[in-house]
Nanobody
Framework: QVQLVESGGGLAQPGGSLRLSCAAS????????VAWYRQAPGKECELVAH????????IHADSVKGRFTIWRDNIKSTLYLQMNDLKFEDTAGYYC??????????????????????WGKGTLVTVSS
C-alpha cells in the first residue's frame, strides 16, 4: 500500500531553519507528482509547494518564496522541504502528498483528506521565541 511518512518537524526560532523529509514506499515514487501542504490551527489547508515527477520545475506559494525549497530524490523515494528564515506564521502541521495525475488545489478544508491524493500523517513545525 501507499505509505508516506514525514519527519523533521520540531521547534525553531524565528529566522531559523528546518528540513522536512517524506519517505515514500509501496508504490513507484518516480511516477507521481509531489507536494507539501500545511495547516495551522483554525485555518484551512494550504498548498506550500509542488513539483512534477522528474523534477526540474518547482512551484512555491508566494508566502514562502525565497525561503522554502522543495526537491525530490527519486532514487531514495524521498521528498524534501528546506525551510529557511522561519517566521511565526509558518507554524503549522506539514503534510506531504502525492498523486499520479491532476491539479494541485491551493486550498483544501483539511489536510490529509483532499481529492484523490495520497497523504502522510503530517509533522508539526512550531516557530517560537
Amino acid at each position: 500500500q501507499v505509505q508516506l511518512v514525514e519527519s523533521g518537524g520540531g521547534l525553531a526560532q524565528p529566522g531559523g531553519s528546518l528540513r522536512l523529509s517524506c519517505a515514500a514506499s509501496g508504490f513507484t515514487f518516480s511516477s507521481y507528482e509531489v507536494a507539501w501542504y500545511r495547516q495551522a490551527p483554525g485555518k484551512e489547508c494550504e498548498l506550500v509547494a509542488h513539483m512534477p515527477t522528474t523534477g526540474g520545475t518547482t512551484i512555491h506559494a508566494d508566502s514562502v518564496k525565497g525561503r522554502f525549497t522543495i526537491w525530490r530524490d527519486n532514487i531514495k523515494s524521498t521528498l524534501y522541504l528546506q525551510m529557511n528564515d522561519l517566521k511565526f506564521e509558518d507554524t503549522a502541521g506539514y503534510y506531504c502528498s502525492v498523486r499520479r495525475f491532476g491539479t494541485w488545489e491551493p486550498r483544501q478544508p483539511t489536510c490529509g483528506l483532499g481529492g484523490l491524493n495520497h497523504w502522510g500523517k503530517g509533522t508539526l513545525v512550531t516557530v517560537s521565541s
